[in-house]
T-cell receptor, first 114, second 112 residues
């Protein structure tokens, strides 16, 4: 079974600091990687997607991918209280017979302290 | 408005009484899936479908059925619900498994 591992947290950072969220995955053949944000009681929503090694920046968010180490991370710069949520790492993997499956980590709860 | 619609949002039922949770998307997406979310266990995939009439088991398919007779709808069926199926359920759709998944609002199911 494909595994996606995240630290459950909670991760607490002061307002304005950088929050660093990490994720490892077990399937070396994975090609697509996602970070979702989920507020309490709400549906997950996509923050970033990344498909190749290196960094991808979008506003205050930077996703980093290292396929050799099977590691993907999300950095949130200038953290705001509104960033307080659970962050879910998701990895796409081939499950046979032309079929692909998206597996989520258990999520890291982030709290940004004003 | 592009969206994934699940119904009902909340459901309390008794053990053994068959139920269906509906899911519909208006984005012409090929890929649809069902997840359950439990405290400490995260989002776990129940079933997914890459196209009409094509469905595959996810990580926790036991006790569930799905069908994909048309592209927009992907209902989740619990033939004989049990208390261990009490959970928060999400339906999601995407163009394919490599692109952004859009989630429904969630269905909170309680089986007593």
């Amino acid at each position: 079974q494909k595994e996606v591992e995240q630290n459950s947290g909670p991760l607490s950072v002061p307002e304005g600091a950088i929050a660093s969220l990490n994720c490892t995955y077990s399937d070396r053949g994975s090609q697509s990687f996602f970070w979702y944000r989920q507020y309490s009681g709400k549906s997950p929503e996509l923050i970033m997607s990344i498909y190749s090694n290196g960094d991808k920046e979008d506003g205050r968010f930077t996703a980093q991918l290292n396929k050799a180490s099977q590691y993907v991370s999300l950095l949130i710069r200038d953290s705001q209280p509104s960033d307080s949520a659970t962050y879910l790492c998701a990895v796409d993997s081939y499950s046979g017979a032309g079929s692909y499956q998206l597996t989520f980590g258990k999520g890291t709860k982030l709290s940004v302290i004003p | 408005e592009a969206q994934v619609t699940q119904n009902p949002r909340y459901l309390i039922t008794v053990t053994g009484k068959k139920l269906t949770v509906t899911c519909s998307q208006n984005m012409n997406h090929e890929y649809m899936s069902w997840y359950r979310q439990d405290p400490g266990l995260g989002l776990r995939q129940i079933y997914y479908s890459m196209n009409v009439e094509v469905t595959d088991k996810g990580d926790v398919p036991e006790g569930y059925k799905v069908s994909r007779k048309e592209k927009r709808n992907f209902p989740l069926i619990l033939e004989s619900p049990s208390p261990n199926q009490t959970s928060l359920y999400f339906c999601a759709s995407s163009s394919d498994s490599t692109t952004e998944a859009f989630f429904g609002q969630g269905t909170r199911l309680t089986v007593v």
